[in-house]
């Protein structure tokens, strides 16, 4: 599909940059009445009204991201679609728009193009987006794509990484770990083709695993769940990176520490299978695999009711103060200007302190003298 070895499929310069754009855009449909001009202008034209704007890019660069030895090109453009969209539902709110960019080499073909479009259609149907514009030009390094989202919510609906609070409960969506296991997988029966091409893969006992690295899905069903719930998160993040990396973001911007029970961690029996296959440790990967996309959020402890017992949704942690050390508690006696250590304003010292880390004022008594 991607070398011009057939003769029957169509190199991109007999057709032409507008021809492409054309022949790739002609049968996108408008959803929302939000696009009031789509593909065929300078720019789109959007009205979200009265809602707030939700706006992510990222990039998806051959070699980097992907591996097109073992990635269709109709899931790498489903995929590419997903990684955006999950960060627009990450903020609580609903994607409705999406421009795609790309960049491509003389390699690929009219059909290849095609193939990587029903990829990026097929997304936007299923999760209700108008494709409204892009760009495409040439590249003489392979591959890149960048999508940019496009979504609303209310001001008040809003969810940030910052606001998570102590003993708030620490939950996530789905199940971890298993879209990086999957990459290991195809990372290896790459190997075993180089040494004999003429060898099959068996995958039948990986299938969940490489659909998760392959064709993930973005969890707009989280964000209609929680609206049924009446629950919204006191922050959120999607996992993209590994949750222990995503659940550090939402500790540093929260200015909070957390506790993360390991038996917790939801896992997919072929994850723990596969792992024990090639003697890899199991939690290892929940935590630092990535490309989940799952969302990873707080809850107010006055909300367990509403999720317990969900089987989207599982409880492995919560949100507790953060610990500080004797260098940061120094920081913030300097900022502290209208107090000294002279006598008789001890006392007032220690309570500007209590309002900024919320600590009793007897544990910091005995932080100070430590």
Excluded: W
Aim: contains cysteine; hydrophobic residues 35%.
């Amino acid at each position: 599909m991607l070398e011009n070895k057939n003769k029957n499929l169509t190199k991109l310069e007999d057709l032409g940059e507008f021809n492409l754009i054309d022949l790739l855009t002609k049968d996108l449909k408008i959803k929302h009445k939000s696009t009031i001009k789509s593909i065929g202008d300078d720019a789109a034209v959007l009205d979200y009204k009265s809602k707030k704007v939700l706006v992510s890019t990222d990039f998806l660069v051959e070699g980097v991201h992907f591996d097109l030895s073992y990635m269709p090109l109709k899931h790498l453009g489903y995929k590419a679609v997903m990684v955006n969209l999950s960060d627009i539902y990450a903020m609580n709110g609903i994607a409705k728009h999406i421009t795609v960019s790309i960049a491509i080499s003389n390699r690929f073909t009219q059909e290849a193009m095609e193939e990587l479009y029903a990829g990026i259609t097929l997304a936007c149907d299923k999760y209700d987006v108008d494709f409204v514009g892009g760009d495409t030009t040439s590249s003489v390094t392979g591959l890149t794509i960048s999508v940019t989202a496009i979504g609303e919510a209310n001001l008040k609906d809003i969810v940030y990484r910052n606001g998570a609070k102590p003993n708030d409960l620490i939950v996530v969506s789905g199940d971890l770990g298993s879209a990086f296991m999957g990459l290991k997988v195809l990372e290896r029966e790459k190997e075993v083709f180089k040494v004999n091409p003429q060898n099959q893969p068996d995958l039948d006992q990986y299938t969940y695993l490489i659909e998760r690295q392959l064709k993930p899905e973005a969890r707009k069903d989280i964000i209609r769940l929680f609206e049924e719930l009446n629950v919204k998160p006191t922050s959120m993040i999607d996992v993209s990176d590994g949750l222990s990396s995503e659940l550090l973001h939402i500790c540093k911007q929260s200015e909070v520490g957390c506790d993360l029970y390991e038996n917790k961690i939801p896992l997919d029996p072929q994850l723990i299978s596969t792992c024990e296959e090639f003697k890899l440790n199991v939690t290892t990967l929940a935590l630092n695999g990535g490309e989940d996309y799952e969302l990873l959020m707080t809850v107010s402890q006055k909300d367990y009711d509403k999720i317990k017992g969900n089987p989207n949704l599982t409880v492995i942690g919560y949100i507790k103060e953060k610990n500080y050390t004797q260098e940061q508690l120094e920081d913030m006696l300097s900022d502290i200007k209208e107090v000294y250590f002279a006598d008789g304003k001890f006392d007032q010292m220690l309570g500007k302190l209590q309002e900024k880390t919320g600590k009793a004022k007897e544990e910091l008594k005995k932080e100070i003298s430590n």
